[in-house]
């Protein structure tokens, strides 16, 4: 069972930046595929971002593409997320979530059912 935990949400104005790490606690981290999606009030879980297991191939939602970067260091076991130019349809909790993916290091996936693990997730404001 692999656990994930977020970290880095809060409050900031429109205009600002946050960023996100998602921790895993699992020796194979390399081995997995990450994303972050995100859900506010009366909305489905949608997708932000995701990564490869090898950090070579990302993938974003439109709404969010060239202000947010998704990053990883399997060293750490750490996936990120840099969250630029927020404004309040950011406003949502973000969940990171992983999925093995030891067959092809290049494979990102940006439905939620693809995923296995989902961590607690981390709120975030943004404030107009």
């Known amino acids: 069972q692999v656990q994930l935990v977020e970290s880095g949400g809060g409050l900031v104005q429109a205009g600002g930046s946050l960023r996100l790490s998602c921790a895993a606690s699992t020796r194979t981290f390399s081995l997995y595929a990450m994303g972050w999606f995100r859900q506010a009030p009366g909305n489905e879980r949608e997708f932000v971002a995701a990564?490869?297991?090898?950090?070579?191939?990302?993938a974003y939602a439109d709404s969010v593409k060239d202000r947010f970067t998704i990053s990883r260091d399997n060293a750490k076991n750490t996936v990120y997320l840099q969250m630029n130019s927020l404004n309040a349809e950011d406003t949502a909790v973000y969940y990171c979530?992983?999925?093995?993916?030891?067959?092809?290091?290049?494979?990102?996936?940006?439905?939620?059912?693809?995923?296995?693990?989902w961590g607690q997730g981390t709120q975030v404001t943004v404030s107009s």
């Open positions: 990564i490869s297991r090898s950090g070579g191939s990302t």
């Open positions: 979530a992983g999925a093995e993916s030891p067959a092809r290091p290049r494979l990102t996936m940006i439905t939620p059912s693809q995923y296995n693990y």
